[in-house]
């Protein structure tokens, strides 16, 4: 069961996103970089919840629909990326789920293998959102 927290959430957001742990520690562990000053991925990420994920989701952009149900989220600076789902059925929550450097541009086997468990895991709702109050 993978346990997810509220990023951003409210009224102010389109989308709203939750996060899980083993996500936000690899997010922080990243802001700071060289490729991620100063927490540019979470403000990216912010934006995207503000307007709406829908209106970043392309092809080519930060937003892209990988397969069954699980998008990531990047940009072409940097192989970091982001992976989750929409956990409503109107997408108007997004779950983070995982956050992890990849070793090169295509997707390597244990890649795809992640992004195969986090669909399952969408598939079969084997998450839950935890209230920190």
């Not at 991925?41 to 995207?48: M, V």
């Amino acid at each position: 069961m993978v346990e997810v927290r509220a990023l951003f959430v409210g009224d102010d957001y389109r989308t709203e996103v939750w996060i899980s742990d083993s996500a936000a520690k690899a997010i922080k562990n990243y802001a700071g970089t060289k490729e991620n000053p100063r927490g540019a991925l979470l403000k990216k990420i912010k934006r995207y919840s503000l307007n709406g994920f829908r209106a970043w989701e392309r092809r080519d952009g930060p937003i892209t629909h990988e397969w069954d149900g699980v998008f990531r989220i990047g940009h072409r600076s940097s192989l970091f990326r982001v992976i989750g789902f929409y956990g409503g059925s109107k997408r108007s929550e997004f779950i983070i789920a995982d956050a992890y450097l990849k070793r090169g541009q295509q997707l390597s086997a244990p890649d795809r293998d992640r992004i195969d468990a986090f669909a399952r895991i969408r598939k079969e709702k084997l998450w839950r959102k935890v209230d920190d109050d």
